[in-house]
């Protein structure tokens, strides 16, 4: 922390290596487009970088970065849609096609249940299943509070487990 | 207390974020209620699932791309070695005396002064 604060560029690269692949996959599961997912990493660590004086010293670098990316990704999304309101009484974002389904394994299918949701639903259970981050922490990163995570939390649960019922009962 | 509401309160537990008094009533719930129970074991096996696609995504991540762990026993292994051979090539090469007989013959050759006598 210390020498990144002091602008040591290898410590910047150490902090790059390290977390890249965590902000691409955020990044990536949040626009479900891999090019511009790269670009949203590139510039998370282009702001990372002139923003370093402003990380405090008790903060996780992770969750950090991931306020930055979400920043980004959230920023294009403003500006990709023309009425620029991402939240929604309904929690999904788009129906999946039946025959996207058929014949794939749970697991890709709960991956493309949870790439339909709308953005706001998919990052906490992103946050919270993929990076294992406290409501506490995961409040921080989407700028909201506890109980708005507890709730979105429930919300993205239940309707998964309800679109997900018929391949779990298969399974069991 | 409604389904639901004890429905947000599972949510709650296996994040590890429902207190111990709320865990013991939302159990005494459950003993009693089959779609509460059927909730749980769905949201645990949602994250199994999850769990099971970022063990793939991790494996597909080892596969593709030697680790960092390798590389950096690898280079300064293959450089060790590399010394090795170079410093007992050197040893085997001079033990033989051909050393100085190819730099009297590339001194001769060059011009250059040759190696001075030995005095003794």
Known sequence: ?????????????????RYRPRVYRFALKLLRDADLAED???????????????LLQSSSLLAWLLTITRNEVYGHLRKSRSNGDVSDE??????????EVVGKETVEIVQSMIAQLKPDYREVILLREYEQMPYAEIARVIG?????VKARLFKARKALVKKLKPYFGEQS | M???EYQEQVSQYIDGELGDKDSGILFKHLSSCAECRL???????????IHDE?????QNQLQAQPS?????FTLPLVALLAALFLFLGITQFSSTGQYYQISDRTSVEFGQPALPPNPF
């Open chain 2, 54 to 58: 970022m063990l793939m995504e991790a």
């Open chain 1, 90 to 99: 309904d929690v999904w974002e788009s129906e999946t096609p039946i025959d």
């Open chain 1, 144 to 148: 909201d509070t506890e109980s708005a």
């Open chain 2, 68 to 72: 960092r762990l390798t590389t950096a």
């Open chain 1, 1 to 17: 922390m210390i020498r990144l604060k002091a602008g040591d560029a290898e410590a910047f690269g150490e902090l790059y290596f």
């Open chain 2, 39 to 49: 909730f749980l074991r769905s949201t645990l096996e949602l994250r199994s699932k």
């Open chain 2, 2 to 4: 409604t389904c639901d």
């Open chain 1, 40 to 54: 949203i990493v590139q510039e998370t660590f282009l702001k990372a970088r002139s923003a370093i004086q402003n």
